[in-house]
């Protein structure tokens, strides 16, 4: 089962308490809990902060200029990606498209490397298989020829052309 959780963030005082993060579950009247599959979690945006993952997060929603972004020091992706966002969005429309066409750029010249390397692999599959498919053909044609069948009763038993079959018993010699 999947958790459930509400966050709800405050630029008020919510709780009477001085913490800025707080969680909550259902209990009944004796303090036995309902479940451990829905919390509620309670952020108030103003009260003092600590160093935690949640902390950047606040950071994060009460900054107002891109120094204040760049004051916020973090290793966890989501908020990483978050602030690269929100600095986007804030470029002028040029810088923005400039960026956007970069980013797009990336993409395809990312796709680009897949595909290549895809075709490789299967252009190194197709080979190998031909290369195996060769040498079992070689091998056949020399036990034939060990047991004295000339190159026509061989190219009509295994169903090549006469051609083929003089060109690979040249790579037998």
Known sequence: MTIRRSISSSRFRFTGNDEYHTDYRLRDRKGRDFTDLFEIHIIELQKELDDTEVADWVRFFNAETKEELDMIKTQNPGLLEAIREVKMMS?????????????????DRKAREDYVREEGLQDGIRQGIDQGAEQKLLSQIERKLAAGQTEEQIAE??????????????KIK
Do not use: F, G, N
Not at 91 to 99: C, G, I
Not at 157 to 170: S, W
């Open 157 to 170: 038993d295994l169903l090549e052309p006469l051609d083929h079959i003089r060109e690979l018993r040249k």
């Open 91 to 107: 470029l002028s429309k040029r810088m923005r498209l400039r960026y956007e066409a970069h980013l797009k750029e990336v993409r």
